[in-house]
C-alpha cells in the first residue's frame, strides 16, 4: 500500500484543474466523443466541447465576467449546464448551479445569495423568472437552449437585469487569455439541500475536485463509458459523473433525470460500463419481473450510495462486477470508499461486453491506494462505508468534540492531511463556516460509528434521532426495518412531538410497489413482530408517492408538513 504522501503527489501530479484537461484531450484525442446527450442524441467530441465552451466564454467576457466571479447556471438542460460549467472556467469564473426545482422566495435566495452578475438559463424558466423578476440582482440573463434544442427570450422582461439569447451574445474580436487556474482558485459553489433550513452555498477550490474524483477515475481506463442522469447543479453529476470522465478520456452518457422505464435500454445506447445508482433508484429497477437477460449489459462498476440491504442480489441479478460504496458530501468530498468484488474469480458481465482495467487489475489498483476491498461473499451491516482515505484524518466525536472509542455513536469529522482538500467556505455565512470548523475539524453533521476492524459504519443524520420513551432511536434504523416488508418500495421515518413529555412519537410514510398490496394495518403488525416496541412507529401512512428531489433524496420536510397540516384540523 502507498503512503499517504505518494497518492497525494500521484493525484497532483494528474492534474487538479479539469478546464486543463479537457484542453489535453481536445489536442490529442479531439475526434473522440465527450458527451452523448442521450435526450437529443446530439454527440460532442473533446474538440467540439472545448470549442463550444469557448465560444460561450467569449460572449461571458464580453458581459464584463472574468476571474473569481461567480456565473449563476439554470437550467434542466444538462449538455448546457456542461458546456457552461466549461465555459465559466474558461474565463476563471466560478460555476454556480442553481436547482432547477425552486420557485419563488427559495429561487430568488439561491440567486441573490450567490450574487452572481450573470445567470445563464433555458426558455422554460421565463415564466418563474418574470415572477420573481423585481427580486432578483443579475446584471445579464442569457438564455440558452431548452432541453428540445430551441432558444427564445420572447416574454422574458426582468426589470433589474438586461437579457440576451447565448448564440447572439457579442464573441467577434475577444480573444481569451490563459486564465491560469490553479489548486486553491474557487472552481464551484454548490449548494446543500437545505431540507431543515436555508440552503448554504459551499465553495469548493479545484483541489477538491480533483480529489473528490480521484478515486473514482483510478477504477477507469480510457476505455470505460460513463453514464450520468445525475443533475449538473449536484456534485454527483457533476463532478462524480462527467467532470471525473475528463482525466481518463471517458465518453459520458448525459441525460437530464432518472427514468426507471429507460434506464436499460440509455445503458446498451450509449455502451456505459461505469455509474452511479442511488437508494431510490434501486427499487425500481428491481421491481421490474427478472429475465434471463437481466446481465446483458455493460454496467461493471457502480456506485451506490448508501449502501443498500440487498446489494449482493443486486449485483447478482443484473451482473455488476463491483460495487463501490463510501461517504461523501458536498462539503468534505470523499473522505471513505470501500470496493465489493461481487463475483471474485468469475465475471458478472459478459465477457464480451467488459470493458476497463480486469478484474485483478482494478483490485491491485485499489488495495495499493488504501482502498478497502471486500468480498462479495461478505455480510455487511447497513451504513457500511468502508475505510477513510488516506488523504484525511478521521474521528468520531462527541457533544464536547472528545474523541469516542470503536462502538459508540457519534459525529463525524474530518481533518484532510493536506491543503485545498475540502470546502473553503460557506458562502455569506462565516458564522457557519466557523461552526462547521470549531476545534480544527469539519463537523460532519452526521451520526457514525467505528467498528472494531477499522471499518466505519453510517448511523444517521445527526438531527436523524428520535428522543422516545428513553431510548435514542435511529430513522435509519426504522427505515431499514420496514422497508424488507415485501409489499414495500421505500419507507420515510418523521418525528412528531409526543402528547406527553419532551420526546417524540414516530411517524412513518410508506410508498408501496403496487398499490392496493397492502394496507397501514398490515404495515403495523410488521412492525409489531419485527421491530422492538419503542421502536414501531404511532402513526403510519401509506402514499402514492414519496416526495424526493431530483437527486432521488427524500424530502422529510414535506412529510412533516403533511401531518402537521392534518392534525390541525
Given at each position: 500500500?502507498?503512503?499517504?504522501?505518494?497518492?497525494?503527489?500521484?493525484?497532483?501530479?494528474?492534474?487538479?484543474?479539469?478546464?486543463?484537461?479537457?484542453?489535453?484531450?481536445?489536442?490529442?484525442?479531439?475526434?473522440?466523443?465527450?458527451?452523448?446527450?442521450?435526450?437529443?442524441?446530439?454527440?460532442?467530441?473533446?474538440?467540439?466541447?472545448?470549442?463550444?465552451?469557448?465560444?460561450?466564454?467569449?460572449?461571458?467576457?464580453?458581459?464584463?465576467?472574468?476571474?473569481?466571479?461567480?456565473?449563476?447556471?439554470?437550467?434542466?438542460?444538462?449538455?448546457?449546464?456542461?458546456?457552461?460549467?466549461?465555459?465559466?472556467?474558461?474565463?476563471?469564473?466560478?460555476?454556480?448551479?442553481?436547482?432547477?426545482?425552486?420557485?419563488?422566495?427559495?429561487?430568488?435566495?439561491?440567486?441573490?445569495?450567490?450574487?452572481?452578475?450573470?445567470?445563464?438559463?433555458?426558455?422554460?424558466?421565463?415564466?418563474?423568472?418574470?415572477?420573481?423578476?423585481?427580486?432578483?440582482?443579475?446584471?445579464?440573463?442569457?438564455?440558452?437552449?431548452?432541453?428540445?434544442?430551441?432558444?427564445?427570450?420572447?416574454?422574458?422582461?426582468?426589470?433589474?437585469?438586461?437579457?440576451?439569447?447565448?448564440?447572439?451574445?457579442?464573441?467577434?474580436?475577444?480573444?481569451?487569455?490563459?486564465?491560469?487556474?490553479?489548486?486553491?482558485?474557487?472552481?464551484?459553489?454548490?449548494?446543500?439541500?437545505?431540507?431543515?433550513?436555508?440552503?448554504?452555498?459551499?465553495?469548493?477550490?479545484?483541489?477538491?475536485?480533483?480529489?473528490?474524483?480521484?478515486?473514482?477515475?483510478?477504477?477507469?481506463?480510457?476505455?470505460?463509458?460513463?453514464?450520468?442522469?445525475?443533475?449538473?447543479?449536484?456534485?454527483?453529476?457533476?463532478?462524480?459523473?462527467?467532470?471525473?470522465?475528463?482525466?481518463?478520456?471517458?465518453?459520458?452518457?448525459?441525460?437530464?433525470?432518472?427514468?426507471?422505464?429507460?434506464f436499460w435500454s440509455r445503458i446498451r445506447e450509449c455502451g456505459a460500463s461505469a455509474g452511479?445508482?442511488?437508494?431510490?433508484?434501486?427499487?425500481?429497477?428491481?421491481?421490474?419481473?427478472?429475465?434471463?437477460?437481466?446481465?446483458?449489459?455493460?454496467?461493471?462498476?457502480?456506485?451506490?450510495?448508501?449502501?443498500?440491504?440487498?446489494?449482493?442480489?443486486?449485483?447478482?441479478?443484473?451482473?455488476?462486477?463491483?460495487?463501490?460504496?463510501?461517504?461523501?458530501?458536498?462539503?468534505?468530498?470523499?473522505?471513505?470508499?470501500?470496493?465489493?468484488?461481487?463475483?471474485?474469480?468469475?465475471?458478472?458481465?459478459?465477457?464480451?461486453?467488459?470493458?476497463?482495467?480486469?478484474?485483478?487489475?482494478?483490485?491491485?489498483?485499489?488495495?495499493?491506494?488504501?482502498?478497502?476491498?471486500?468480498?462479495?461473499?461478505?455480510?455487511?451491516?447497513?451504513?457500511?462505508?468502508?475505510?477513510?482515505?488516506?488523504?484525511?484524518?478521521?474521528?468520531?466525536?462527541?457533544?464536547?468534540d472528545n474523541r469516542l472509542p470503536p462502538g459508540q455513536v457519534g459525529q463525524l469529522a474530518?481533518?484532510?492531511?493536506?491543503?485545498?482538500?475540502?470546502?473553503?467556505?460557506?458562502?455569506?455565512?462565516?458564522?457557519?463556516?466557523?461552526?462547521?470548523?470549531?476545534?480544527?475539524?469539519?463537523?460532519?453533521?452526521?451520526?457514525?460509528?467505528?467498528?472494531?476492524?477499522?471499518?466505519?459504519?453510517?448511523?444517521?443524520?445527526?438531527?436523524?434521532?428520535?428522543?422516545?420513551?428513553?431510548?435514542?432511536?435511529?430513522?435509519?434504523?426504522?427505515?431499514?426495518?420496514?422497508?424488507?416488508?415485501?409489499?414495500?418500495?421505500?419507507?420515510?421515518?418523521?418525528?412528531?412531538?409526543?402528547?406527553?413529555?419532551?420526546?417524540?412519537?414516530?411517524?412513518?410514510?410508506?410508498?408501496?410497489?403496487?398499490?392496493?398490496?397492502?394496507?397501514?394495518?398490515?404495515?403495523?403488525?410488521?412492525?409489531?413482530?419485527?421491530?422492538?416496541?419503542?421502536?414501531?412507529?404511532?402513526?403510519?401512512?401509506?402514499?402514492?408517492?414519496?416526495?424526493?428531489?431530483?437527486?432521488?433524496?427524500?424530502?422529510?420536510?414535506?412529510?412533516?408538513?403533511?401531518?402537521?397540516?392534518?392534525?390541525?384540523?
Amino acid at each position: 500500500m502507498k503512503q499517504p504522501q505518494e497518492i497525494f503527489d500521484q493525484m497532483v501530479s494528474e492534474g487538479d484543474v479539469p478546464l486543463y484537461q479537457l484542453k489535453r484531450h481536445a489536442s490529442e484525442n479531439g475526434d473522440k466523443v465527450f458527451i452523448h446527450y442521450g435526450e437529443t442524441g446530439e454527440k460532442l467530441t473533446f474538440r467540439e466541447m472545448h470549442d463550444r465552451s469557448e465560444e460561450i466564454a467569449r460572449g461571458l467576457a464580453s458581459l464584463g465576467i472574468g476571474r473569481g466571479q461567480p456565473v449563476s447556471v439554470l437550467t434542466s438542460n444538462s449538455l448546457l449546464a456542461a458546456i457552461s460549467m466549461f465555459a465559466c472556467w474558461q474565463v476563471g469564473a466560478i460555476y454556480a448551479p442553481i436547482n432547477f426545482n425552486l420557485r419563488g422566495k427559495l429561487l430568488s435566495y439561491q440567486i441573490n445569495d450567490t450574487a452572481a452578475p450573470v445567470l445563464i438559463t433555458d426558455p422554460s424558466f421565463g415564466p418563474e423568472l418574470d415572477k420573481i423578476g423585481p427580486d432578483i440582482t443579475p446584471d445579464h440573463v442569457v438564455i440558452g437552449p431548452d432541453t428540445s434544442g430551441e432558444t427564445s427570450e420572447s416574454g422574458v422582461e426582468l426589470p433589474k437585469s438586461t437579457v440576451h439569447r447565448l448564440d447572439t451574445l457579442t464573441t467577434s474580436g475577444i480573444s481569451l487569455a490563459d486564465p491560469e487556474l490553479g489548486p486553491f482558485d474557487p472552481a464551484t459553489i454548490i449548494y446543500t439541500s437545505g431540507t431543515t433550513g436555508p440552503a448554504k452555498g459551499v465553495l469548493l477550490p479545484f483541489r477538491w475536485i480533483n480529489q473528490y474524483a480521484f478515486a473514482g477515475r483510478s477504477q477507469w481506463t480510457s476505455e470505460d463509458v460513463v453514464y450520468c442522469d445525475l443533475p449538473m447543479y449536484h456534485v454527483g453529476g457533476a463532478y462524480a459523473l462527467l467532470v471525473k470522465a475528463v482525466w481518463k478520456g471517458n465518453t459520458v452518457g448525459l441525460w437530464n433525470r432518472f427514468s426507471p422505464s429507460e434506464f436499460w435500454s440509455r445503458i446498451r445506447e450509449c455502451g456505459a460500463s461505469a455509474g452511479i445508482l442511488l437508494d431510490v433508484m434501486i427499487p425500481w429497477l428491481m421491481s421490474a419481473p427478472p429475465s434471463e437477460g437481466d446481465r446483458n449489459n455493460t454496467l461493471n462498476k457502480v456506485h451506490m450510495q448508501p449502501l443498500p440491504a440487498n446489494h449482493h442480489e443486486v449485483a447478482k441479478r443484473f451482473g455488476f462486477d463491483f460495487v463501490t460504496c463510501g461517504f461523501g458530501q458536498t462539503e468534505s468530498g470523499a473522505g471513505f470508499m470501500a470496493i465489493i468484488d461481487q463475483f471474485g474469480d468469475q465475471t458478472g458481465t459478459p465477457p464480451e461486453l467488459y470493458k476497463g482495467l480486469s478484474k485483478a487489475e482494478l483490485r491491485a489498483s485499489a488495495e495499493a491506494s488504501g482502498r478497502l476491498v471486500v468480498s462479495g461473499k461478505t455480510a455487511l451491516p447497513p451504513g457500511f462505508m468502508g475505510r477513510p482515505s488516506p488523504l484525511v484524518d478521521v474521528a468520531i466525536l462527541d457533544e464536547d468534540d472528545n474523541r469516542l472509542p470503536p462502538g459508540q455513536v457519534g459525529q463525524l469529522a474530518f481533518r484532510p492531511r493536506f491543503p485545498g482538500l475540502l470546502l473553503q467556505q460557506y458562502l455569506n455565512k462565516p458564522e457557519a463556516t466557523l461552526k462547521a470548523w470549531r476545534n480544527l475539524w469539519f463537523h460532519t453533521g452526521d451520526a457514525v460509528v467505528e467498528e472494531g476492524d477499522g471499518t466505519f459504519r453510517f448511523v444517521d443524520r445527526m438531527g436523524g434521532y428520535f428522543r422516545v420513551r428513553g431510548e435514542n432511536v435511529s430513522s435509519y434504523e426504522v427505515e431499514s426495518l420496514l422497508v424488507d416488508h415485501p409489499d414495500v418500495r421505500a419507507v420515510a421515518a418523521v418525528p412528531i412531538p409526543a402528547q406527553e413529555g419532551n420526546e417524540d412519537d414516530i411517524a412513518v410514510f410508506i410508498e408501496l410497489k403496487e398499490a392496493g398490496t397492502c394496507t397501514e394495518s398490515d404495515i403495523a403488525a410488521f412492525a409489531t413482530e419485527n421491530m422492538p416496541k419503542y421502536m414501531r412507529p404511532r402513526h403510519v401512512r401509506i402514499v402514492d408517492a414519496l416526495p424526493v428531489t431530483p437527486t432521488n433524496k427524500i424530502e422529510k420536510y414535506k412529510l412533516k408538513q403533511m401531518l402537521t397540516e392534518s392534525q390541525a384540523r
